[in-house]
């Protein structure tokens, strides 16, 4: 049993079922201050020069309805893929790993972003001018939910761009080749400025990409750990999540069932029809229940 299992034996019952549909909710409403308040989105977002000087704490929790992505209709049908996904995993997996596959990726983001800024206003030629402040979004949440997707059901074949059919598994190395992209080509605007501003503006760039570079790799950090953890475990395949349902189910079948009402008279209980109406008589001394046939027509019993 590793560590991640005695978690979910103490804590499990605090997990939050179908946690999808409230991130998916998380998402609605940030698309919705956009469209109807662009300003006040803006104090939804990751802001950590905000936090520490300005006091505005709720960013903390905010970022999460921040768009991944400008709404489009291929996003809309990006989001029901991701519902579905979800769905699959928390299914796979059971409600607490989830959960903790979720909630850790959010709070190292969050907390990369805090130290980050930190560490850059006392330190580095950013000192000088205040922290560097990495914005971050839900962008890597649904990456890294894609991602373990795949380690699992990567041979699963889904239709990409809902016409070419492909497996998952090409698809997360396409996701990871991105991913490597980002990190690698964010050096490119230092190389940009490096030839037409002064060396403290290069400075201040270089330390930016490498923070940017930090965050990428803390973004998905949350999958690494779940990979290594896992990567040789048989308990969140697909067959373990079978072996689970079909023992619940069974469990359900052979659980003995307990007749909760009996007629005295005729000896009838709710398990032989399901429709019989079962009444304590006023009239009768203690307690002494019959079904709607002889509630009326028994003798009263008396001291």
Same mark, same amino acid.
């Given at each position: 049993m590793n @560590?991640?299992?005695?978690?979910?034996?103490?804590?499990?019952r605090f997990a939050i079922r179908n946690l999808t549909v409230y991130i998916l909710v998380a998402y609605a409403i940030g698309y919705l201050t956009y469209a109807i308040n662009p300003d006040m989105y803006l104090l939804l977002t990751m802001d950590a020069e905000a936090i520490f000087e300005n006091g505005q704490v709720w960013r903390l929790v905010t970022w999460i309805c921040t768009m991944p992505q400008n709404l489009?209709?291929?996003?809309i049908f990006m989001f029901m893929f991701f519902y579905w996904i979800?769905?699959?995993?928390?299914?796979?997996?059971?409600? @607490?790993?989830?959960?903790?596959?979720?909630?850790s990726g959010m709070f190292f983001m969050t907390l990369g972003s805090l130290v980050i800024y930190f560490i850059t206003y006392f330190v580095g030629p950013s000192s000088a001018i205040g922290g560097i402040s990495i914005p971050i979004n839900?962008?890597?949440?649904?990456?890294?939910?894609?991602?373990?997707?795949?380690?699992?059901?990567?041979?699963?074949?889904?239709? @990409?761009m809902l016409i070419l059919p492909v497996k998952v598994k090409w698809l997360a190395i396409l996701d990871l080749l991105l991913i490597a992209y980002d990190f690698f080509n964010a050096g490119n605007i230092v190389n940009f400025y490096r030839h037409i501003a002064n060396e403290g503006v290069v400075a201040y760039l270089s330390l930016y990409v490498w923070c940017?570079?930090?965050?990428?790799?803390?973004?998905?950090?949350?999958?690494?750990? @779940?990979y290594f953890v896992f990567?040789?475990?048989?308990?969140?395949?697909?067959?373990?999540?079978?072996?689970?349902?079909?023992?619940?189910?069974?469990?359900?079948?052979?659980?003995?069932?307990?007749?909760v009402h009996k007629c005295e008279i005729c000896g009838k209980t709710n398990l032989d029809d399901d429709t019989l109406v079962f009444r304590y008589c006023s009239k009768c001394e203690g307690n002494h229940e019959y079904c709607q046939d002889h509630l009326f027509t028994h003798e009263h019993i008396k001291s």
């Open positions: @560590f991640i299992d005695k978690l979910e034996r103490k804590y499990g489009n209709i291929f996003i979800g769905s699959v995993l928390e299914s796979t997996w059971g409600s @607490f790993k989830y959960n903790l596959f979720i909630f839900t962008y890597y949440i649904n990456l890294t939910l894609f991602l373990a997707f795949a380690m699992i059901y990567g041979e699963q074949q889904v239709y @990409f940017y570079r930090i965050t990428i790799v803390i973004s998905i950090l949350n999958f690494i750990i @779940f990567r040789k475990s048989k308990q969140l395949s697909p067959k373990a999540s079978q072996t689970r349902k079909k023992f619940k189910k069974d469990s359900a079948k052979i659980r003995p069932q307990t007749a």
